[in-house]
């Protein structure tokens, strides 16, 4: 489980195993306390108050490129906004409570359901450290091989929606593919993403590579600036006037 921007998802392609007595396997909680001690330890990311993410995104099979900016805060604020050649403009926010989406095809919506849920569970700040407050519950349930390192597989539970699965490199810590379910107003949709090529920003390692798959399409996003403890304006997680009109309206 590592913070996500947009959608998550990865194509992976490997075989794995799963070990047979779950008594040799370590705890999910030791598996997720030592992410956050190799990517730069607990007090690093207490550290950072917010965060500004750039990054650009691309969509091969279609062509397709865009940019990406996100602002992120605690305990759960956050604002993305993408430009995506073909597509347009989409944002998406969250706050209080309330999760949004604008973008040119439906138009603004005030997010209800699992669509909710996972949005607010996506904007927890610092969800690494603060897992708990997004999953009910972190099991570890086997390992698998994924390009040639032996991973632990966790799966998380929330307490509205479906598990989300993370696999951690067994060597480094690392967490290296995410595997979910995504809602959305068409219905739900297998995710899988792949982590790559951490950096270090401001004391924490990040994943730079996120190749995600969903519905048969392919997105990489690539993570190229992430500021910390920057002059956010304050109302930068207010809901836009027409997703206030929908709430007016609620």
Do not use: H
């Not at 949005?119 to 700040?125: G, L, P, Q, T």
């Not at 067994?170 to 993403?193: C, D, H």
């Not at 207010?238 to 997703?243: G, L, Q, T």
């Amino acid at each position: 489980m590592t913070r996500r921007i947009v959608l998550l998802g990865i194509f992976s392609g490997i075989a794995g195993f799963t070990l047979a007595a779950d008594d040799a396997l370590p705890k999910a909680e030791t598996i997720i306390d030592r992410f956050v001690e190799v990517t730069g330890g607990k007090a690093a990311y207490e550290k950072r108050k917010n965060e500004i993410t750039t990054g650009t995104i691309e969509i091969t099979a279609q062509g397709l490129k865009g940019t990406l900016t996100r602002y992120s805060a605690p305990p759960d604020k956050s604002y993305t906004a993408m430009a995506i050649d073909g597509v347009g403009n989409v944002e998406q926010g969250s706050n209080s409570g309330i999760a949004w989406e604008k973008n040119a095809m439906m138009g603004p919506r005030v997010l209800t359901g699992p669509e909710k849920a996972q949005a607010r569970r996506e904007a927890v700040f610092n969800g690494q450290v603060n897992w708990r407050q997004m999953f009910t519950k972190a099991e570890t349930t086997g390992v698998e091989t994924i390009d040639g390192e032996e991973c632990y597989k966790v799966v998380f539970t929330p307490s509205d929606g479906k598990p989300e699965t993370t696999y951690y490199q067994r060597k480094s810590g690392l967490a290296v593919k995410n595997v979910t379910v995504a809602a959305n107003p068409m219905g739900e949709f297998p995710v899988e993403q792949t982590l790559s090529d951490y950096k270090n920003f401001d004391g924490v390692l990040m994943p730079t590579k996120m190749l995600q798959k969903v519905a048969g399409q392919e997105m990489l996003l690539t993570i190229l600036t992430v500021k910390t403890n920057q002059e956010i304006p304050a109302d930068r997680f207010d809901p836009p006037a027409d997703i206030k009109t929908l709430l007016d309206k609620k």
